[in-house]
């Protein structure tokens, strides 16, 4: 089974410190994709960053950057210079390539970050 | 360039009715997947569609069934109502072939069955 783990229900952080939120995978598959996406409280699903597992490079977006370790099967977030906008839930998904279809999105619990003033 | 927009936002049923949620998808899209949140938990995927027809499921019983038109909007229909059935659902939609991009979500329909 396709799972996704993430081990930290809740975390808080200063603003302007940096953050890492942790997640793990399993997947017999070798050719994926890794997503963080945030919730805040207006409920819609924002994409934060995506990895492609055929690169070994790890993706950057601004302030939002991931260490990608797949022998390990780990895919985790680092938030640089936390905001107060960056309060919300984190959740990181993968899918596989599914040939001519669509995989479908595998979602962990989610981590609830709070960034305090 | 309009996002996924879902409707209505709030619902409240009693259990054993039947609710249909609807789903436009981002301008330029052409699949649209149907995932249940529960209170504190990750979203479930429930299923896909492409070109009209249902392209993958999850685990979700009969009950749950879709539809989508030729604009590319979905619906989501449940039947006999469960007050399990109370979540948050999020439709989100992608172009075949863009998956390395990621999917786009609405905001969602919060479903009450009491």
């Known amino acids: 089974a396709q799972t996704v783990t993430q081990s930290q229900p809740e975390m808080s952080v200063q603003e302007a410190e940096t953050v890492t939120l942790s997640c793990t995978y399993d997947t017999s598959e070798n050719n994926y994709y890794l997503f963080w996406y945030k919730q805040p409280p207006s409920r819609q699903m924002i994409l934060v960053i995506r990895?492609?597992?055929?690169?070994?490079q790890n993706a950057t977006e601004n302030r939002f950057s991931v260490n990608f370790q797949k022998a390990a099967k780990s895919f985790s977030l680092k938030i640089s210079d936390s905001q107060l906008g960056d309060t919300a839930m984190y959740f990181c998904?993968?899918?596989?390539?599914?040939?001519?279809?669509?995989?479908?999105?595998?979602f962990g619990k989610g981590t609830k970050l709070s960034v305090k003033p | 360039d309009a996002g996924v927009t879902q409707s209505p936002t709030h619902l409240i049923k009693t259990r054993g009715q039947q609710v249909t949620l609807r789903c436009s998808p981002k301008s330029g899209h052409d699949t649209v997947s149907w995932y249940q949140q529960a209170l504190g938990q990750g979203p479930q995927f429930i299923f896909q569609?492409?070109?009209?027809?249902?392209?993958q499921r999850g685990n979700f019983p009969d009950r749950f069934s879709g539809h989508q038109f030729p604009n590319y909007s979905s619906e989501l229909n449940v039947n006999a109502l469960l007050l399990g059935d109370s979540a948050l659902y999020l439709c989100?939609?992608?172009?075949?072939?863009?998956?390395?991009?990621?999917?786009?979500f609405g905001s969602g329909t919060r479903l009450t069955v009491v």
């Open positions: 998904a993968f899918t596989t390539h599914g040939g001519g279809s669509q995989g479908n999105l595998i």
């Open positions: 569609y492409y070109e009209e027809e249902e392209r």
């Open positions: 989100a939609s992608s172009l075949v072939g863009g998956i390395v991009y990621g999917y786009t």
């Open positions: 990895q492609e597992a055929y690169k070994q």
